[in-house]
């Protein structure tokens, strides 16, 4: 076994458990799509929509995304840091910590031991706990790979990728943090944690990890380095304060809401920085870009960040927000950004790392396969949003017109179940990309091409 071997199995470990995660939370997540639009579907209290809600979002936020992005951010660290992890064994407990925190999660969510309607924070705390820990060893293993990379200059990939193991421990422990779980200020560190994992968590782990992807999957330098420097400090001004913009009309501090509504528009900042970045990279790149289908999701992941923060920075202003607040329509966003943009540059990261990393099969091999499931997956999130952001509308307008309720429900039933296919299509691209992560598996001694990636000349591997 080569001093690398041990590096390697545990990326793709990590990343397999990412991708298992994802197909499982993808069938919750298609199990309770059908039951919006067909109430009676399996009654039982262990299937009830109050169990399985949660057990989706955490399969999707904490398996798929999380454990995913942890798996990509190792392997970055190791390729730009031009060394094998600090300790694998380390990874290999932040690993089952992870997944002990996740069957942990799901199994207590199922009997319906919960902490209650705190939404993405279910999880009793002894399970938050586990996960925790998982997180934490992950990033001190990262951090010294860090302090003994091989190279002086730090990649810029490694800027976010270290911010957003900073950000999520310290988000995660005020989440958790007793005493504030009632009234106005369950509502403030409701709308902080929620916004701030997907702000200074997924946003920068992705947006980091792209930065690597990209330019490797191109074979030359991303557009500008100092468009990243400028996203990734605006990114943390703006985003760290825009939490307030979940309950905008709401009674909490009026202020507050303004400057989440102020920053928000601000979010523009890092958001374009970054679209334009990676455009401008890939201009002059079409002959990939047409071949790969790890570019296809690349490219459509930054349109999708781009368009649906647009759509953020809309949402929260609050003549907007007093229609399609506790809509579908909030729905329709929070997939068209967690899938559309985040999940996206992930698929997008995996099709173009893993294969050489693990070297056991040509990317020609995969690559009809991850442009079915590029096919499936774009389909069926355009289905989703769609049918969601026009079902949200229709409540809304209802709801501002003073029908009762019930008017709204019988409005939107066709549309809930357009989004049961566009979820049914979803979740089969994502037994796709199982088999692919599955294909994609390290053979006993990989062929692996050698370390030499300078991120100071970030010369094609
Ligand atoms: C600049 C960027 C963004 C802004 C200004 C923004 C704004 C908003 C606002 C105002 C809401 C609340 C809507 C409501 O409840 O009425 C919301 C919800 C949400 N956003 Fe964003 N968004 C942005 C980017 C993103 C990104 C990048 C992601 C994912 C990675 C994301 C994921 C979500 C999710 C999951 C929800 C639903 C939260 C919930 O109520 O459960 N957003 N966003
Ligand atoms: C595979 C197909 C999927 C289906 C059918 C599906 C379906 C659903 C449904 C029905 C809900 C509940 C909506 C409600 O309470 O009104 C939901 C919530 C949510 N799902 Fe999914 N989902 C899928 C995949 C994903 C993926 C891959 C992600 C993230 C990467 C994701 C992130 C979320 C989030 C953040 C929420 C909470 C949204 C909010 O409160 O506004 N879902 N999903």
Known sequence: MDHETPT???????????AVWLALASLYGVTIAV??????????????????????????LLGWLTLALVGLAILVVYRTSRRPIWSPRLGWIG?????????AGTVTLHLGITR??????????????????????HGWNLLQTLIHRRVEEMYISNAFILGGFVWLPTLYVIAYLPGFDRGVEHMVIQGYYMHVILGLWFTPMAIGITYWSLPRLLQKPIYSYSLGVVAFWSNLVFYTMIGAHHFVLSPTPWWLQSIAVLLGVGMMIPVWSTVFNFSFTMVGSWAVIRREPAAWFILAGTI????????????????????THFTHYTVAHAHWAAYGFASF????????LLPRLTAV???ATIRPYAAWHFRFALAGITIYFVSMTISGTVQGMRWSAGLPFVASLDGVSPYMFARAIGGGLMAA?????????????PAAEPARGPIPVGPETQAPE
Not at 122 to 130: I, K, N, Q, S
Not at 309 to 323: K, N, P, T, V, Y
Not at 345 to 352: H, I, L, N, W
Request: hydrophobic share 55%; net charge positive; with cysteine.
């Open 35 to 60: 039951k919006l639009w067909m109430p009676e579907f399996l009654p039982y209290e262990l299937a009830s929509f109050g169990r399985l809600r949660p057990i989706h979002t955490g399969g999707v």
């Open 345 to 352: 540059f992930v698929f997008g990261a995996v099709y173009a």
């Open 95 to 103: 690993l089952g910590l992870m997944n002990a925190a996740l069957i």
């Open 361 to 363: 099969v040509d990317r």
């Open 8 to 18: 390697v199995r545990l990326i793709y470990m990590t990343l397999l458990s990412a």
């Open 429 to 441: 691209s994502h037994f796709i990309f199982l088999w692919c992560v599955w294909q994609l598996r």
């Open 116 to 137: 209650g309607p705190l939404e993405y924070r279910e999880w009793v705390t002894p399970v938050a706990v586990l996960m925790a820990a998982g997180i934490l060893c």
């Open 304 to 323: 999708n960040y781009g368009l649906a923060s647009l759509q953020g920075s809309l949402q929260a202003l609050r003549d907007f927000s007093q229609i």
